[in-house]
């Protein structure tokens, strides 16, 4: 028996409904295996901006250092698109990643036997496809300076900034190596080194990072040859590492592996305090408030908090197999649901993942 402080930001949009059925499935956890979680809870993104006047108020980020863990919905939504840069929700979900450190971002791509129709791609290009996106998360385009507004030869123009230090490269490439060892042994560094310098330099720190890792096999991918091969073979990768925004890009693409942006969780790992664990998706505007969103994102990356936190495996693959079962025995939510499906609501699918986890004949 445990016990772990569990920081929440549910955010904006359907992060409020996912985070708390992931709770709830924490929740179920904590019963079947004797453990205590406390959760606390705090505001990131436009409701801290609406009752705090900033994205991340100073007692969200005190909370977060202080806990065990962080779970995180999402943030963002179109009441506050024309806010300026600082008061953008946005900037909270940014300055959170960059003030506690979390450098590397683990975006696991894994389909579901079940869902294979789910998929707008053929069956048989996706079946079997296990791959893991490892996005660097506090550098590049997303935190160069300068960045904003200015006036070249009397136009109006805007700059962002692609920025990497070597240290930055090297500890995200080490990360997805020490991944790869651990998995099928394969990585493949995605840039855009025929045009960017920051790219010819990441394809160099990628050759001496891998000498120290002569079991894993490197290969390198242009980032616009490795988008179109996601869709053509994803069963080549194992593990791809890439910069901030190419990642961010390239692993909204590949949850159409798995049949929806609502099935891609991830954790947001940090070597000098707690990790953050979030689903890839974002408030989704459309969908907001009306109990229909897909949760299994956000469970997902509740089971990778437990896994890579608290070191908990066996809880972890309970919450892991429940989703398994439940999708299997036809659970869909309306994202994931083929015509004439039934299609279930958010609060549904958590119960009935909830139910698996509590159910006494289940063996996990
Ligand atoms: P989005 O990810 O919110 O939605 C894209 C599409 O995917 C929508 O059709 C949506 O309905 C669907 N979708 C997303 N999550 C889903 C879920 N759990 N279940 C079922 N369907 C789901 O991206 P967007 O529409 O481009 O952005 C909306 C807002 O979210 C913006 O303000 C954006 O900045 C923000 N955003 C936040 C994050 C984050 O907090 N990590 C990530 C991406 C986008
Ligand atoms: C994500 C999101 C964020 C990102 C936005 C909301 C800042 O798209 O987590 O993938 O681009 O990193
Ligand atoms: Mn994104």
């Given at each position: 028996?445990?016990?772990?402080?569990?920081?929440?930001?549910p955010g904006d949009g359907v992060g409020k409904e996912v985070t708390s059925g992931?709770?709830?499935?924490?929740?179920?956890?904590?019963?079947?295996?004797?453990?205590?979680?406390?959760?606390?809870?705090?505001?990131?993104g436009g409701e801290?901006?609406d009752?705090?006047?900033?994205?991340?108020?100073?007692?969200?980020?005190?909370?977060?250092?202080?806990?065990?863990?962080?779970?995180?919905g999402a943030v963002g939504g179109p009441k506050w698109?024309?806010?300026?840069?600082?008061?953008?929700p946005?900037?909270?979900?940014?300055?959170?990643?960059?003030?506690?450190?979390?450098?590397?971002?683990?975006?696991?791509?894994?389909?579901?036997?079940?869902?294979?129709?789910?998929?707008?791609?053929?069956?048989?290009?996706?079946?079997?496809?296990?791959?893991?996106?490892?996005?660097?998360?506090?550098?590049?385009?997303?935190?160069?300076?300068?960045?904003?507004?200015?006036?070249?030869?009397?136009?109006?123009?805007?700059?962002?900034?692609?920025?990497?230090?070597?240290?930055?490269?090297?500890?995200?490439?080490?990360?997805?190596?020490?991944?790869?060892?651990?998995?099928?042994?394969?990585?493949?560094?995605?840039?855009?080194?025929?045009?960017?310098?920051?790219?010819?330099?990441?394809?160099?720190?990628?050759?001496?990072?891998?000498?120290?890792?002569?079991?894993?096999?490197?290969?390198?991918?242009?980032?616009?040859?490795?988008?179109?091969?996601?869709?053509?073979?994803?069963?080549?990768?194992?593990?791809?590492?890439?910069?901030?925004?190419?990642?961010?890009?390239?692993?909204?693409?590949?949850?159409?592996?798995?049949?929806?942006?609502g099935?891609?969780?991830?954790?947001?790992?940090?070597?000098?305090?707690?990790?953050?664990?979030?689903?890839?998706h974002g408030s989704a505007p459309d969908l907001a408030g009306q109990n229909k969103a897909n949760p299994?994102?956000t469970?997902?990356?509740?089971?990778?908090?437990?896994?890579?936190?608290?070191?908990?495996?066996?809880?972890?693959?309970?919450?892991?197999?429940?989703?398994?079962?439940?999708?299997?025995?036809?659970?869909?939510t309306v994202d994931?649901?083929?015509?004439?499906?039934?299609?279930?609501s958010t609060k549904d699918?958590v119960?009935?993942?909830?139910?698996?986890?509590?159910?006494?004949?289940?063996?996990?």
């Amino acid at each position: 028996m445990g016990t772990y402080r569990i920081a929440v930001l549910p955010g904006d949009g359907v992060g409020k409904e996912v985070t708390s059925g992931a709770v709830e499935v924490l929740q179920a956890i904590a019963s079947r295996f004797h453990h205590q979680f406390i959760f606390k809870y705090g505001l990131i993104g436009g409701e801290a901006i609406d009752r705090k006047g900033t994205p991340l108020p100073d007692e969200t980020l005190h909370m977060c250092r202080q806990s065990d863990a962080v779970l995180l919905g999402a943030v963002g939504g179109p009441k506050w698109d024309k806010n300026p840069p600082h008061l953008r929700p946005e900037k909270g979900l940014l300055a959170i990643r960059k003030e506690m450190n979390l450098f590397a971002n683990l975006r696991p791509v894994k389909v579901y036997p079940s869902l294979a129709d789910s998929s707008p791609l053929k069956a048989h290009i996706i079946r079997e496809a296990d791959l893991l996106i490892v996005r660097e998360l506090t550098g590049g385009l997303y935190f160069g300076k300068p960045s904003g507004r200015r006036v070249e030869n009397g136009e109006e123009a805007a700059i962002d900034t692609l920025l990497y230090k070597r240290e930055e490269i090297k500890r995200i490439l080490k990360t997805a190596f020490e991944l790869a060892r651990k998995r099928r042994k394969k990585v493949t560094s995605v840039d855009k080194a025929n045009v960017l310098e920051s790219s010819r330099m990441w394809r160099e720190i990628a050759e001496e990072v891998a000498c120290d890792y002569p079991d894993v096999e490197l290969e390198h991918m242009l980032v616009d040859n490795a988008a179109m091969q996601l869709i053509r073979n994803p069963k080549q990768f194992d593990v791809l590492v890439t910069e901030n925004m190419f990642g961010d890009i390239l692993s909204d693409e590949a949850s159409m592996l798995t049949g929806s942006l609502g099935m891609l969780p991830s954790a947001s790992l940090s070597t000098t305090g707690p990790s953050l664990y979030e689903p890839i998706h974002g408030s989704a505007p459309d969908l907001a408030g009306q109990n229909k969103a897909n949760p299994i994102a956000t469970i997902l990356s509740a089971a990778m908090m437990l896994r890579l936190s608290f070191g908990l495996n066996k809880e972890a693959d309970a919450i892991e197999k429940a989703v398994q079962q439940v999708l299997t025995s036809g659970y869909r939510t309306v994202d994931v649901a083929k015509k004439g499906q039934h299609v279930v609501s958010t609060k549904d699918m958590v119960d009935e993942i909830r139910a698996t986890i509590l159910d006494d004949e289940a063996i996990f």
